[in-house]
């Protein structure tokens, strides 16, 4: 046997316990998210948006500081909240920057969900995009998100309801409106699950020792929507009122 023949043997032979690995890799991927996933995924079809009556009201007194108490602040955001309210601070939805966790889903946004295979997908009306990883991966390192509006997601399944755990969403904003941000310390914990036939429930906590005094946990009820989620449309300082502006130069005096 030559010597080239011997190197073309050993080339394949390296070949082949790449390949196996790979094929090991792939099934324990597959093998994890099928762990996480049911055996039958609930029905979430359609286009969902925040109910009026069972969360959206809530949501707009959180953001207005007129929730009586329920939001258990600490006494620097309640002065921070009440100074935003009082200087009409804009959000950042005001300048064409995403709104992100957990602020997002506290507007009336048409939103819809997308299951596949070690991954719950959240398509929001405004252009955002929501990943949820149920592969069983580990989260990301909270200093590679300082730039983040919707965090690192990672949940998995409780029978049908979807688990979510979010961390890092430094630049996302806390409520509806006024600019509030949640801090790199921010760490959501969510439950979403059908309600009802066209119901869908999300029970979240919300917790940093910066912001809240102790665990802030409230309930938003989604009713599906029979619009169509279209393509989001946003234009920073727009200034154009739907009429015709006259560009013609002043006269010369």
């Not at 080239?4 to 790449?18: G, P, Y």
């Not at 009440?82 to 946004?109: D, E, I, Y």
């Not at 997601?153 to 969403?169: E, K, M, N, Q």
Request: glycine residues 8%.
């Amino acid at each position: 046997m030559n010597t080239q023949t011997v190197r073309r043997q050993s080339d394949i032979a390296r070949l082949a316990a790449q390949c196996v690995a790979v094929t090991v890799t792939v099934a324990a991927m597959i093998s994890c998210s099928q762990k996480s996933a049911p055996a039958a995924l609930p029905d979430w079809s359609g286009v969902w948006v925040l109910s009026a009556d069972s969360g959206g009201r809530e949501a707009s007194e959180d953001s207005f500081g007129t929730d009586n108490g329920r939001v258990p602040l600490t006494p620097k955001y309640q002065a921070l909240r009440a100074a935003a309210r009082a200087a009409k601070a804009q959000n950042s939805l005001s300048n064409c920057l995403p709104a992100g966790t957990p602020g997002v889903l506290q507007h009336g946004f048409l939103h819809e969900y997308l299951f596949t295979p070690g991954r719950v997908t959240v398509l929001v009306e405004d252009g955002e995009v929501r990943r949820i990883y149920t592969d069983g991966r580990a989260h990301q390192s909270v200093d590679d998100m300082r730039d983040s509006y919707m965090g690192d997601s990672i949940g998995h399944w409780d029978g049908s309801t979807l688990i979510v755990d979010t961390i890092g969403f430094p630049k996302g904003s806390l409520f509806q409106n006024h600019g509030l941000q949640a801090t790199r310390h921010s760490h959501l914990v969510e439950r979403i699950f059908r309600k009802g036939p066209d119901q869908l429930e999300i029970d979240s906590t919300l917790t940093d020792p910066e912001i809240f005094a102790q665990a802030y946990t409230y309930t938003r009820i989604y009713q599906r929507s029979t619009l169509p989620l279209t393509e989001p449309m946003c234009a920073q300082n727009n200034r154009d009122n739907g009429q015709t502006i006259d560009l013609t130069p002043p006269p010369e005096e």
